[in-house]
């Protein structure tokens, strides 16, 4: 699987959004991108994935470059509950291996 | 209502004894997982199972061993064998039509004193 770079931390201001970027330059063809947020001391939560198009659900939007080597998950009005690490994980999908986490951006959001 | 319930919650043990710790999941999910998390890092995959009978070593399952044996019940020993067993440990399951997304338990925090 294609390894992923996230910036460490980030903050945000409660209720504007929350841009986090994710690196992920060797992805190949058949790799989605997938994102999901640990809030301290829980389970990780599944966010949002997607393979070439903009894709938006309940939760938040995930924007991929034309070239598919970077992609931006947004969170669009933060609320304090959004406080958590991010993982940025790049995957084949429909299968049942295994994700792969790196450290993830802990995203703060402030009052 | 489905899901996955890992327990205990925290869980301290002595060094050098073995430890199981209970993986349960109702979703009628294939492919399950442990995973181990070390303070400020990331999940790191111990063990997965595909299918019941079957399981495979992910990168650090030395010190771990599992068992399949139900499909909803995936329990993991950690034994005297692991050097540095103190971490929090996170079960996970996907499947069926849920293949995009793993569903993961609440995770066991284990201290080994």
């Known amino acids: 699987d294609a390894k992923t770079t996230q910036p460490p931390s980030m903050d945000c201001a409660e209720g504007r959004a929350a841009n986090l970027p994710c690196n992920h330059s060797?992805?190949?063809?058949?790799?989605?991108v997938y994102w999901y947020r640990q809030i301290h001391s829980q389970g990780p939560q599944y966010i949002i994935h997607?393979?070439?198009n903009n894709e938006t659900n309940e939760m938040a939007s995930l924007i991929i470059t034309e070239d598919r080597k970077s992609s931006t998950l947004i969170l669009p009005h933060a609320t304090l509950r959004d406080t958590a690490v991010y993982y940025c994980?790049?995957?084949?999908?429909?299968?049942?291996?295994?994700?792969?986490f790196g450290s993830g951006t802990q995203l703060t959001v402030l009052p | 209502d489905g899901g996955i319930t890992q327990s205990p919650k925290y869980l301290f043990r002595k060094e050098g004894q073995n430890v199981t710790l209970s993986c349960e999941q109702n979703?009628?999910?294939?492919?399950m997982y442990w995973y181990r998390q070390d303070p400020g890092q990331g999940l790191r995959l111990i063990y997965y199972?595909?299918?019941?009978?079957?399981?495979q070593k992910g990168d650090i399952a030395e010190g771990y061993s599992v068992s399949r044996e139900k499909k909803e019940s995936f329990p993991l020993t950690v034994t005297s064998a692991q050097k540095n067993p103190t971490a929090f440990y996170l079960c996970?399951?996907?499947?069926?039509?849920?293949?995009?997304?793993?569903?993961f338990g609440p995770g066991t925090r284990l201290t080994v004193l």
């Open positions: 997607g393979l070439k």
């Open positions: 979703l009628n999910h294939d492919a």
């Open positions: 199972s595909q299918i019941v009978n079957d399981f």
């Open positions: 060797t992805i190949s063809g058949n790799e989605y």
């Open positions: 994980i790049v995957r084949a999908s429909g299968s049942a291996r295994q994700l792969t």
């Open positions: 996970a399951s996907t499947g069926g039509t849920s293949y995009n997304e793993q569903f």
